[in-house]
C-alpha cells in the first residue's frame, strides 16, 4: 500500500463561490436564479457526499428559503439527490453526465496521458494537468508513479491559484490583463497575506520568463513541493502541467535542475504531438 502525503486541496474553499451583487440584475444576459442554481451545485467538495441546507446556505450566502427552493428542483432535474434518512442533499448523476461530457471533449488529455505517466515514473511523483476554474486550478487529469510514497489527489481535485505552482505558472503565461484581475480578487480575499502571495507570483513570473516553469515549495501546503508548466491547446483552452511530491523527498535543487527541465520538455513535445495530429 503506498504511503499517502497532502489532502487539504480536496477541502471547501468558501472564496471560491461568487457573490451576486446589483450590477447582476442589470445584465439582460444574465439570469440570477439559475446562477444561484448553480451556485448551489458548486458547494459540493470532492469526498464531500451531502450537506444540508444551513451549510448550502452558509456556503452559497443565500437565505435558507431561497436554498431550499433551489436544492427541491435541482433534486427534481436530477443534479442533486435527497437523502431522506440524513435530512441533506448530496450531487445526483446529472452532474455526472455534464462532468464527463467535458472531459471527453478534452482531447489532450488521451494525447498526454503517456507523456505525464513517463515523467511520473522518472520523478518517482505524481503529475496532473489542470485548468483554471474562478480562483482555483482544477485537475482534468492526474497520473501516479510506482513510488511507495506519492501525493494522492485525482481528478476534480481543486487547488488555490495564486499559492500552487500550477496555479503560478497558468498565471504566469495568462494575459496581464487577466492575471491583474484574478490577483485583484485575490488581494481582496487575504488583505494580510497579500504581500507573500504577491511575492510568489512576481518570482513565478520571472521563473517562467527564464526557465519556463514556475515552484511551490511548502508555500500553499508546508508538506508539499512541485513545479509546473503552463500549456494552451490547440483550440486555445490553456491549462497547466505540474510535478510534485513530499517536500522531504523532492528537493528545490531536485526541481529547479532536473524536473522542471524535464516538465519543459515534456509541455514541448505534447505541443508538437498535438501539432502532427
Not at 500549456?231 to 517536500?247: E, H, I, K, S, Y
Request: proline residues 4%.
Amino acid at each position: 500500500m503506498k504511503n499517502t502525503v497532502g489532502s487539504s486541496g480536496q477541502q471547501f474553499e468558501q472564496r471560491d463561490i461568487a457573490r451576486f451583487d446589483d450590477g447582476a440584475s442589470t445584465d439582460r444576459q444574465f439570469v440570477t436564479s439559475l446562477a444561484r442554481g448553480l451556485e448551489v451545485l458548486r458547494c459540493f467538495a470532492p469526498r464531500e457526499r451531502y450537506l444540508g441546507l444551513s451549510e448550502l446556505a452558509r456556503r452559497t450566502n443565500l437565505p435558507k428559503a431561497t436554498v431550499a427552493r433551489l436544492a427541491g428542483t435541482l433534486a427534481k432535474l436530477g443534479y442533486l439527490r435527497y437523502e431522506e434518512s440524513l435530512g441533506k442533499y448530496g450531487l445526483g448523476t446529472g452532474v455526472l453526465s455534464l462532468g464527463y461530457s467535458m472531459l471527453s471533449n478534452l482531447d489532450i488529455r488521451d494525447v498526454a496521458r503517456p507523456f505525464m505517466q513517463e515523467l511520473a515514473e522518472y520523478a518517482r511523483a505524481s503529475v496532473a494537468v489542470g485548468v483554471r476554474d474562478r480562483l482555483s486550478v482544477v485537475y482534468v487529469e492526474w497520473v501516479r508513479s510506482s513510488a511507495p510514497i506519492t501525493v494522492m489527489r485525482g481528478v476534480g481535485v481543486r487547488l488555490p491559484i495564486a499559492t500552487t505552482s500550477m496555479g503560478r505558472a497558468y498565471l504566469a503565461a495568462a494575459p496581464e490583463s487577466e492575471r491583474n484581475e484574478v490577483l485583484e480578487q485575490v488581494r481582496r480575499l487575504d488583505e494580510s497575506d497579500w504581500p507573500r502571495i504577491k511575492r510568489g507570483i512576481d518570482q513565478a513570473v520571472r521563473d517562467f520568463e527564464e526557465r519556463g516553469f514556475c515552484l511551490s515549495i511548502g508555500d500553499w501546503d508546508k508538506d508539499i513541493a512541485s513545479v509546473a508548466a503552463p500549456f494552451t491547446a490547440p483550440d486555445g483552452t490553456r491549462m497547466a502541467f505540474n510535478c510534485g511530491g513530499p517536500a522531504f523527498v523532492m528537493s528545490r535543487d531536485t526541481l529547479e535542475n532536473d524536473i522542471g527541465p524535464h516538465l519543459v520538455d515534456l509541455v514541448q513535445r505534447l505541443g508538437a504531438a498535438v501539432g502532427r495530429r
